[in-house]
């Protein structure tokens, strides 16, 4: 990847990513949570993580809650790389992704995840369809086998706008019932399950329901808008292992030493007084108060408006497939919370596309990879991913599947249904 960006002008950019991130590293240890990196140059702290992840000497740039994201994906290329060198025009679109691509490399990078597994999966000629002169919507590949061709349309999913205003409704919310705490000096583990849209829910909701259980209120509660529980923390586990060791503040380990467990289809928001480790400054060596949200939307009419939203997308890519060959739209979702595939979920998107018109393109299939990068509570593993593909059948098809069963991070099917594989 490296190799196809200018050398002087890639050098200059991973300094500026150096310098920037030591810069906030020494104001972290200092007690100032200013922001790593760049956004405008993602591509290029990506890259910088990866090399951390990677190289023993670079360890200390490791920014756990960046690189467990990173560092399966870079792994995962790693693998691919043999079967990409073989892929026609591979060099110009990293080219692209390294350049044009900065501040959305995901994009770049889920298009060749795509591509490997079609090349690891026996199609023999696979191409990266540049962009045409004059033709304003062009596939991401062409792929043949013998009499067999396929257009390909690949779609990474960011969030939508409505799932970016409900993150940010549920982290405003957090933040107050953090307040409370904060005010009473009190250590609480705050579970809460969302039963309605959070923007018709009263941003005081979960601080007030707080604020009454440190006034002697019940640790349990249910009404229209959510189910929740609330307990003081024990410390002896955690206080037991910071005797001796430094923990990631906020990481999946500190969470399931504060509250017992650790669950990757749930948000986690930690807040609390702690000292960093002089030679880790993202470690604390010492914490004082602190308390965890858990937290998930089990909303009927949010599940639908994000089913909306993932119709948008396959309509978006079926306008960029060819009528003249079967056309399959790849939608590529990361989750790192509680907005993972889940039954109910698929059911939705499986109704929207049995309703989709196709329009010109001959859109046959749409495969949805999810992907879940784990911040692992296992002493063994510091790069871990669950996946699942989950298969949509568009109205009308007339070929069968060109990647049935297909994972994307393994090169064995996965199984009939849908199920994570790890």
Same mark, same amino acid.
């Given at each position: 990847?490296?190799?196809?960006?200018?050398?002087?002008?890639?050098?200059?950019?991973?300094? +500026?990513?150096?310098?920037?991130?030591?810069?906030?590293?020494?104001?972290?240890?200092?007690?100032?949570?200013?922001?790593?990196?760049?956004?405008?140059?993602?591509?290029?702290?990506? %890259?910088?993580?990866?090399?951390?992840?990677?190289?023993?000497?670079?360890?200390?740039?490791?920014?756990?809650?960046?690189?467990?994201?990173?560092?399966?994906?870079?792994?995962?290329?790693?693998?691919?790389?043999?079967?990409?060198?073989?892929?026609?025009?591979?060099?110009? +679109?990293?080219?692209?992704?390294?350049?044009?691509?900065?501040?959305?490399?995901?994009?770049?990078?889920?298009?060749?995840?795509?591509?490997?597994?079609?090349?690891?999966?026996?199609?023999?000629?696979?191409?990266?369809?540049?962009?045409?002169?004059?033709?304003?919507?062009?596939?991401?590949?062409?792929?043949?086998?013998?009499?067999?061709?396929?257009?390909?349309?690949?779609?990474?999913?960011?969030?939508?706008?409505?799932? *970016?205003?409900?993150?940010?409704?549920?982290?405003?919310?957090?933040?107050?019932?953090?307040?409370?705490?904060?005010?009473?000096?009190?250590?609480?583990?705050? /579970?809460? *399950?969302?039963?309605?849209?959070?923007? +018709?829910?009263?941003?005081?909701?979960?601080?007030?329901?707080?604020? *009454?259980?440190?006034?002697?209120?019940?640790?349990?509660?249910?009404?229209?808008?959510?189910?929740?529980?609330?307990?003081?923390?024990?410390?002896?586990?955690?206080?037991?292992?910071?005797?001796?060791?430094?923990?990631?503040?906020?990481?999946?380990?500190?969470?399931?030493?504060?509250?017992?467990?650790?669950?990757?289809? %749930?948000?986690?928001? %930690?807040?609390? $007084?702690?000292?960093?480790?002089?030679? +880790?400054?993202?470690?604390?060596?010492?914490?004082?108060?602190?308390?965890?949200?858990?937290?998930?939307?089990?909303?009927?009419?949010?599940?639908?408006? /994000?089913?909306?939203?993932?119709?948008?997308?396959?309509?978006?890519?079926?306008?960029?497939?060819?009528?003249?060959?079967?056309?399959?739209?790849?939608?590529?979702?990361?989750?790192?919370?509680?907005?993972?595939?889940?039954?109910?979920?698929?059911?939705?998107?499986?109704?929207?596309?049995?309703?989709?018109?196709?329009?010109?393109?001959?859109?046959?299939?749409?495969?949805?990879?999810?992907?879940?990068?784990?911040?692992?509570?296992?002493?063994?593993?510091?790069?871990?991913?669950?996946?699942?593909?989950?298969?949509?059948?568009?109205?009308?098809?007339?070929?069968? &599947?060109?990647?049935?069963?297909?994972?994307?991070?393994? $090169? &064995?099917?996965? $199984?009939?249904?849908?199920?994570?594989?790890?």
């Amino acid at each position: 990847m490296v190799a196809q960006a200018p050398p002087t002008d890639w050098q200059s950019r991973l300094d +500026r990513v150096s310098e920037t991130f030591f810069a906030a590293r020494d104001r972290w240890a200092a007690g100032d949570r200013i922001a790593l990196f760049d956004p405008s140059d993602l591509i290029a702290w990506y %890259v910088f993580q990866g090399t951390a992840y990677a190289t023993a000497s670079e360890r200390r740039n490791w920014v756990e809650h960046e690189a467990f994201r990173i560092a399966p994906v870079f792994r995962r290329l790693g693998q691919l790389l043999p079967d990409l060198r073989k892929v026609s025009g591979v060099e110009q +679109r990293v080219a692209t992704l390294m350049s044009g691509g900065r501040s959305t490399p995901d994009n770049g990078i889920y298009e060749l995840l795509v591509a490997g597994a079609y090349a690891r999966r026996g199609w023999r000629q696979i191409t990266f369809v540049p962009e045409q002169p004059g033709v304003a919507r062009t596939p991401d590949l062409d792929v043949r086998r013998g009499r067999s061709r396929w257009a390909v349309e690949c779609k990474r999913v960011g969030q939508s706008e409505y799932s *970016a205003l409900e993150r940010d409704r549920a982290d405003l919310m957090s933040g107050l019932a953090h307040a409370v705490c904060e005010r009473a000096a009190a250590s609480l583990d705050i /579970k809460i *399950a969302y039963l309605d849209e959070l923007s +018709r829910v009263d941003e005081a909701y979960l601080a007030n329901h707080v604020a *009454a259980f440190l006034d002697g209120g019940p640790p349990h509660w249910k009404d229209a808008f959510g189910e929740g529980f609330l307990a003081h923390i024990d410390r002896a586990q955690i206080d037991a292992v910071l005797r001796h060791d430094d923990v990631y503040f906020g990481s999946s380990r500190m969470i399931e030493l504060l509250i017992g467990d650790y669950h990757m289809a %749930v948000d986690y928001d %930690v807040r609390g $007084d702690w000292e960093p480790s002089a030679e +880790r400054p993202f470690h604390a060596t010492t914490l004082g108060r602190v308390s965890v949200v858990s937290w998930l939307s089990v909303s009927d009419e949010a599940a639908r408006r /994000k089913a909306r939203h993932f119709r948008s997308m396959v309509s978006g890519a079926a306008s960029q497939l060819p009528g003249d060959c079967p056309g399959v739209v790849h939608v590529g979702y990361e989750t790192t919370g509680g907005n993972s595939v889940d039954g109910r979920r698929h059911g939705l998107n499986l109704a929207q596309i049995a309703t989709f018109q196709p329009g010109a393109s001959r859109l046959q299939w749409v495969y949805g990879n999810y992907m879940t990068p784990e911040h692992s509570v296992d002493r063994n593993e510091s790069a871990a991913l669950s996946e699942t593909t989950a298969i949509y059948p568009v109205r009308g098809r007339r070929n069968t &599947e060109p990647l049935p069963n297909h994972m994307l991070f393994m $090169d &064995e099917d996965g $199984d009939p249904g849908y199920h994570w594989h790890r």
